[in-house]
């Protein structure tokens, strides 16, 4: 036993590792529990008149954007008459300096009125309650402000007492406007102190402080004013927002531009109205018509709205104008400038239509038109007879027609493509130099793409009458072109640009103006008579061109005819075509050109048969010519002491049958002869011979006797009338060889009996 090793002892320790997780987490513990009431929020307590949209553990306190503290109890107010809730907020630490009786609270939910929407971002976070921080004792218990407090004086801009009669529409949170654009809005009203008036506060944002003046003038722009009576109805108002929710308009006047900034501790005169206000631009405007015009009545009218009225109507000396002082509103002032327009507005009916209808209901009104912004300013105009062209500014297109005539165009009338009204008429005037007049287009905005570069307008005002012996045609694009002039036009080609910001472009007289292409020609003639514009050119019956003007030359001794020739050009404008005036014929025996009794003259032509080189300037024949071009036949010389009635075209005529004609006529070489020259038809060349006679068979032959009586002789009437020659050729030995050409035969004054018992047989052509 004594062998067995002998243990060693050692002292049992007290510690254990198992130990160092309980004091870790204690010491965690601790942490956090001095944390937490490090951070522990100041409960207070909020009492609301009721607590509708408050939420416990939901609803929180916001201010400036940032949650500050949330609502954890809602309980009925135990110590009242039941009639309130008791909201417990645990506020953030950092707000307990600020939680004094000065400190406002209120709830904050969607609201709709008539100054507008508040409190729309509740739609999404839900409401809130919202806090003022304030100054004075410490406190914990608070009552909430049933609305929101008014926006503080603190608060950076102008802050304004404004005293008024009565507060009309004005609210919390009702605008207040400069020149139309809002610049405040009202904070609060109240009671003056001896209940006369109503104090209005005002704010305005910074940005606008410095246009309230010492003379600055305000007044109530709310809802719409009504005035009216027999002279007419003024209708005014500031903008929509004012009309629903009140409003408030300020400015200074004109004449009090210099007036020093504001003290703001002084109170403004809200006055009922505008016209109260006296704060408009005062402009003079001398009227030649100032009919139905009533001073305190009138309106100035811009596009149908009102911008100022008339002030006082001053009659001149002579009583044939008046010098009307108008008042304007401020938001005129720029444009009151050199090129403004005035004109009055009253009812009127014409062709083209019934315009200021509305002066009907109104009365008569003076309207204006602003000119350009940053021109000369002015305050002294003289107004338009009547109104000016459509403003170059309006939507859509504006383009300027020439032509020579203004036919029965006039202001209003309509502008067709294709039978559709595009646009309208809205000007006219004499060019610098007097010859062409200027026709103002509006194309409207929707259609001004029908019009480029490729465009022809024509004249449709009226009827176009045309006919002659073959039928009459009439045309008339619509009722209201007959009634009020209207023009028409086509566009060709497409994507042709325009070549100017305000195209020009020819007005022509008629489509079929529009569609003629050619060659312009001047014909002179000796008078005009019948012939005009549109009178035809014609070429064996063929139209080949027009009459576009008539004018007298400047020595005054012809007259001018420019026209076009639309057909085979290149052959009638050359040298050696000759121009002459068809005229209707009347005799006993012959009718001529009886279709221009009723179509009217026209203009025949017959080109040149050799190309001479181009010409565009002709003098018109004074009758037709009788022998255009080669003619063929046996050409033959009659002489005779004297030409009688003889004259180039009479018939000559054998056995009372014509078988030529005579081509002219000339003196002999002595003088003492007139040479007549004829020709006889190839087919009867053969019946003159050597021995045949030829006499004057013109007038009749007239024989008397006293036992054998009268006799009255005549070859045929219308030899009778115009004049002609007969021959007779003998039979057997006496008939001689044919006759050659350029042979010369006597011409007799009258023939013997034995001529007239001439009856040979002589085979003639076929």
């Known amino acids: 036993m004594s062998d067995m090793p002998t243990a060693k002892t050692r002292p049992a320790s007290n510690w254990s590792a198992i130990w160092i997780l309980p004091l870790i987490a204690l010491m965690i513990g601790g942490w956090l529990a001095w944390q937490a009431y490090r951070d522990a929020g100041v409960e207070i307590e909020v009492r609301f008149e009721t607590g509708e949209g408050i939420v416990a553990n939901k609803t929180e306190v916001i201010y400036k954007g940032m949650s500050v503290g949330k609502v954890t109890k809602l309980v009925l107010d135990a110590k009242g008459d039941n009639q309130g809730v008791i909201a417990t907020i645990e506020m953030n630490k950092a707000a307990d300096p600020h939680l004094t009786k000065g400190t406002r609270f209120w709830l904050v939910k969607p609201s709709v009125s008539l100054a507008g929407i508040s409190g729309l971002e509740t739609l999404v976070s839900g409401n809130y309650i919202a806090v003022s921080p304030g100054e004075g004792e410490r406190t914990k218990r608070f009552t909430a402000l049933k609305v929101a407090p008014p926006l503080a004086d603190t608060e950076p801009g102008l802050h304004l007492t404004l005293k008024a009669e009565r507060l009309g529409s004005l609210n919390r949170d009702s605008p207040v406007f400069y020149k139309q654009i809002q610049v405040g809005r009202v904070k609060s009203y109240r009671l003056s102190d001896d209940q006369s008036t109503v104090e209005v506060k005002v704010f305005i944002e910074p940005g606008y402080a410095s246009l309230v003046r010492k003379h600055t003038r305000f007044w109530n722009a709310s809802g719409i004013s009504i005035d009216a009576d027999l002279s007419g109805v003024k209708v005014r108002s500031e903008s929509l927002s004012s009309i629903v929710a009140g409003g408030i308009a300020f400015a200074t006047p004109e004449y009090r531009k210099d007036s020093p900034p504001t003290d703001p501790s002084l109170p403004f005169r809200l006055y009922e109205d505008f016209d109260a206000a006296q704060a408009g631009i005062r402009v003079k405007v001398k009227l030649s018509d100032y009919e139905g015009l009533q001073a305190g009545r009138t309106p100035v009218m811009y596009k149908g709205i009102q911008v100022g009225s008339l002030k006082a109507l001053k009659m001149e000396d002579n009583l044939a104008s008046a010098t009307a002082e108008l008042t304007l509103d401020p938001l005129a002032?720029?444009?009151?400038?050199?090129?403004?327009?005035?004109?009055?507005?009253?009812?009127?009916?014409?062709?083209?239509?019934?315009?200021?209808?509305?002066?009907?209901?109104?009365?008569?009104y003076i309207a204006i038109r602003p000119g350009e912004k940053g021109a000369k300013p002015q305050r002294e105009f003289e107004a338009r007879p009547k109104a000016p062209p459509l403003d170059l500014k309006a939507p859509?297109?504006?383009?300027?027609?020439?032509?020579?005539?203004?036919?029965?165009?006039?202001?209003?009338?309509?502008?067709?493509?294709?039978?559709?009204?595009?646009?309208?008429?809205?000007?006219?005037?004499f060019a610098r130099n007097s010859k062409r007049i200027l026709i103002g287009v509006h194309i409207e905005k929707e259609y001004e793409n029908l019009v480029n570069g490729s465009s022809r307008f024509w004249n449709v005002s009226g009827i176009t009458l045309t006919g002659g012996l073959s039928g009459i045609k009439i045309k008339s694009e619509s009722l209201q072109t007959l009634m009020a002039g209207g023009i028409a036009f086509d566009t060709p080609t497409p994507d042709v640009a325009l070549k100017r910001r305000i195209p020009r472009f020819r007005l022509l007289e008629s489509q079929e103006a529009v569609n003629r292409t050619g060659t312009l020609v001047t014909i002179r003639v000796d008078r005009a008579d019948g012939l005009k514009p549109g009178t035809p050119i014609r070429f064996r019956g063929l139209d080949v061109g027009s009459v576009e003007s008539v004018d007298l030359t400047k020595d005054l001794q012809a007259v001018l005819l420019r026209a076009r020739i639309t057909e085979a050009a290149d052959r009638?404008?050359?040298?050696?075509?000759?121009?002459?005036?068809?005229?209707?014929?009347?005799?006993?025996?012959?009718?001529?050109?009886?279709?221009?009794?009723?179509?009217?003259?026209?203009?025949?032509?017959?080109?040149?048969?050799?190309?001479?080189?181009?010409?565009?300037?002709?003098?018109?024949?004074?009758?037709?010519?009788?022998i255009v071009g080669e003619e063929v036949g046996l050409p033959l010389t009659l002489s005779a002491p004297r030409r009688g009635s003889i004259k180039p075209g009479v018939p000559v005529t054998y056995r009372e049958v014509a078988v030529g004609k005579v081509t002219g006529f000339e003196l002999g070489q002595t003088a003492d002869r007139v040479l007549i020259h004829i020709l006889i038809e190839p087919r009867y060349a053969a019946l003159v011979r050597g021995g045949s006679r030829f006499w004057n068979s013109s007038g009749f032959g007239f024989d008397w006797g006293l036992f054998k009586g009268a006799t009255v002789r005549t070859e045929s009437l219308q030899t009778l009338i115009d004049g002609?020659?007969?021959?007779?050729?003998?039979?057997?030995?006496?008939?001689?060889?044919?006759?050659?050409?350029?042979?010369?035969?006597?011409?007799?004054?009258?023939p013997e009996d034995a001529w007239l018992q001439w009856a040979p047989k002589i085979q003639i052509a076929k």
């Open 333 to 364: 002032e720029d444009y009151l400038v050199d090129g403004t327009q005035f004109w009055v507005v009253k009812p009127s009916i014409s062709l083209a239509g019934i315009t200021g209808l509305e002066a009907l209901v109104k009365g008569n």
């Open 396 to 429: 859509g297109l504006h383009l300027v027609l020439f032509a020579d005539t203004l036919g029965s165009l006039e202001i209003g009338s309509p502008v067709m493509y294709r039978q559709v009204k595009v646009g309208s008429v809205q000007s006219y005037q």
């Open 572 to 626: 009638i404008a050359r040298a050696g075509t000759q121009f002459w005036v068809v005229k209707p014929a009347l005799g006993l025996v012959r009718t001529e050109n009886l279709d221009t009794l009723i179509g009217g003259q026209y203009i025949e032509v017959q080109p040149a048969a050799k190309d001479k080189g181009p010409q565009r300037d002709f003098i018109a024949l004074g009758e037709a010519p009788e």
């Open 724 to 750: 002609g020659i007969a021959f007779a050729t003998p039979e057997g030995e006496q008939m001689g060889n044919p006759a050659r050409p350029q042979q010369t035969f006597a011409l007799f004054d009258k």
